[in-house]
């Protein structure tokens, strides 16, 4: 049984970090697009 808690917890702890990793990864995403966008000038990179 208390092994089985540790599993839950770590199941959990895995999705909040699989989570926040995504969401940072947009973010760079975003964030990348847009400095290529102002370095291209707009012309479409």
């Given at each position: 049984?208390?092994?089985?808690?540790?599993?839950?917890?770590?199941?959990?702890?895995?999705?909040?970090?699989?989570k926040?990793?995504?969401?940072?990864?947009?973010?760079?995403?975003?964030?990348?697009?847009?400095?290529?966008?102002?370095?291209?000038?707009?012309?479409g990179?």
């Amino acid at each position: 049984m208390f092994y089985r808690r540790i599993d839950d917890l770590r199941g959990i702890s895995g999705h909040i970090f699989c989570k926040i990793t995504v969401q940072r990864y947009r973010t760079l995403n975003a964030v990348f697009g847009y400095a290529l966008a102002l370095r291209g000038g707009g012309s479409g990179a």
